[in-house]
C-alpha cells in the first residue's frame, strides 16, 4: 500500500512554462484534494474532488486547473507558471465515514520554483 | 483568511516535558483535527474531536475543545525529541474541505 504519491518531487520552471503534477491514492478514497503551503501560511486549499468526473475551487484556485478522470488520480496543472506559484504543493485524499470524519492522508509534496 | 490561528508560533522544551499548543477558529465546526508535519513531508493526522466532544486522549495525546471559546488545545506529554515537528489544526465546517491553521513549530531538545 503505497497510499498518496505525488510525481515529481521537484521542479523549476521558467515564468510562463506549463506542467502538470500528478497525485495518485491506492486507498479507493472518494475525496482528493490540492493544496499549498508557504511560509508563515499553513496550507490552502487550491482544488478538491468529491468523486471521480468532478472537481470544485477551493481558497486559491486562480491560475491552476484540475482534473479527475480516474479515481485514483488528481491532476493539478499550472498553464502558465508565475513566481507566485513558487510553492510546495501537497495532494490529500480521504474517504469520509460519516457526514462529519474526514481524516486526509497526504501525500510527501512537491516541491516547485518559478523563476 | 485562515481559520484556525495556532499560539504559539513555535515552542521549544526539554524532552520529558509537557507541550502544549492551542488552536482558535472563528465560525461553528463539525469537527477540528491535529496534524504532525516532520521537516520536509507531508502532514500526518493525530486525532480528530468532533463538536460534541470536550476531551479526547490517544497515547501521549490529549486534545480539548471549547465550542463557546472556539478554541481547541493540543498537549503532548513526556515529549521526546522525536516529536520535533511542526503542528496543525484544522477545521472542518462544511462539506469535506479542511481550513488549516498556520502551525506550531514544537522543538523537543534532547
Known amino acids: 500500500n503505497a497510499g498518496v504519491t505525488q510525481t515529481p518531487k521537484f521542479r523549476v520552471l521558467k515564468t510562463g512554462q506549463s506542467m502538470t503534477l500528478l497525485c495518485a491514492q491506492d486507498?479507493?478514497?472518494?475525496?482528493m484534494y490540492w493544496y499549498r503551503q508557504d511560509p508563515g501560511m499553513g496550507l490552502r486549499l487550491i482544488h478538491y474532488?468529491?468523486?471521480?468526473?468532478?472537481?470544485a475551487k477551493g481558497e486559491v484556485p486562480d491560475g491552476y486547473n484540475v482534473s479527475r478522470l480516474k479515481k485514483q488520480n488528481f491532476l493539478l496543472g499550472l498553464e502558465s507558471a508565475a513566481p507566485s506559484q513558487t510553492s510546495v504543493y501537497f495532494c490529500?485524499?480521504?474517504?469520509?465515514?460519516?457526514?462529519?470524519?474526514?481524516?486526509?492522508?497526504f501525500g510527501p509534496g512537491t516541491r516547485l520554483t518559478v523563476l | 483568511s485562515q481559520q484556525g490561528e495556532e499560539d504559539p508560533q513555535a515552542l521549544s522544551i526539554q524532552e520529558g516535558e509537557n507541550a502544549t499548543m492551542n488552536c482558535s477558529y472563528k465560525?461553528?465546526?463539525?469537527?477540528l483535527q491535529w496534524y504532525r508535519q516532520n521537516s520536509g513531508r507531508g502532514l500526518v493526522h493525530l486525532i480528530l474531536?468532533?463538536?460534541?466532544?470536550r476531551e479526547k486522549h490517544s497515547g501521549r495525546l490529549r486534545v480539548t475543545l471549547d465550542t463557546s471559546k472556539k478554541s481547541s488545545s493540543l498537549l503532548i506529554t513526556a515529549s521526546r525529541a522525536a516529536d520535533t515537528a511542526s503542528y496543525f489544526c484544522?477545521?472542518?465546517?462544511?462539506?469535506?474541505?479542511?481550513?488549516f491553521g498556520e502551525g506550531t513549530q514544537l522543538t523537543v531538545n534532547p
Open positions: 465560525t461553528s465546526i463539525n469537527n
Open positions: 490529500a485524499s480521504s474517504r469520509p465515514t460519516s457526514v462529519e470524519s474526514n481524516e486526509q492522508f
Open positions: 474531536i468532533r463538536s460534541n466532544e
Open positions: 486507498m479507493n478514497h472518494e475525496y
Open positions: 474532488s468529491v468523486g471521480e468526473g468532478t472537481t
Open positions: 484544522a477545521t472542518e465546517t462544511s462539506g469535506s474541505r479542511l481550513t
